[in-house]
C-alpha cells in the first residue's frame, strides 16, 4: 500500500508535470495559419453566395433569420428611444397643433412667411 504524501489528496497538483508541457510553438503556428485560411476561404464564399443565402434564409426560413440577426446584435447594445413631444395648445377649450395655432394666431410678416 502506497501512503500519499503530506497534502496530497489523490490528485494530481495544478501546475504539476502533466501541466507543465506546453503547446510547441510550430504547432500554434500552424494552427493560426489555418485558421486564417479557414477564414479566407469564408470571406471568399460570402462574397459569392452571402446576399443569396440571406435572401433564401429571410424567404424560406424565417425563424432561423430572426435568430441569426439578434445574435449579429452585441447583447451589451441598449437601444434607447428618445420621444419629442410637441406642445399642444389649448384655445376654447379645443387643443390644436403648434402648426394649427401658428397659422390662426402668429403674424407671417414676423416669421417672413407669408400665407
Excluded at 460570402?46 to 426560413?61: F, L
Amino acid at each position: 500500500m502506497r501512503i500519499p504524501a503530506p497534502g496530497a489528496s489523490g490528485r494530481r497538483r495544478r501546475g504539476g508535470p502533466a501541466e507543465a508541457k506546453a503547446v510547441p510553438v510550430t504547432a500554434l503556428r500552424r494552427l493560426e495559419a489555418e485558421a486564417e485560411a479557414f477564414f479566407e476561404e469564408v470571406l471568399a464564399s460570402w462574397q459569392t453566395y452571402g446576399k443569396a443565402a440571406i435572401e433564401w434564409v429571410a424567404t424560406n426560413d424565417r425563424p432561423l433569420f430572426v435568430q441569426v440577426c439578434a445574435a449579429l446584435v452585441p447583447r451589451n447594445v441598449k437601444a434607447e428611444l428618445e420621444t419629442v413631444q410637441k406642445p399642444i395648445y389649448v384655445m376654447s377649450g379645443q387643443p390644436i397643433s403648434p402648426e394649427e395655432w401658428a397659422a390662426k394666431y402668429c403674424d407671417p410678416e414676423i416669421d417672413g412667411k407669408a400665407n
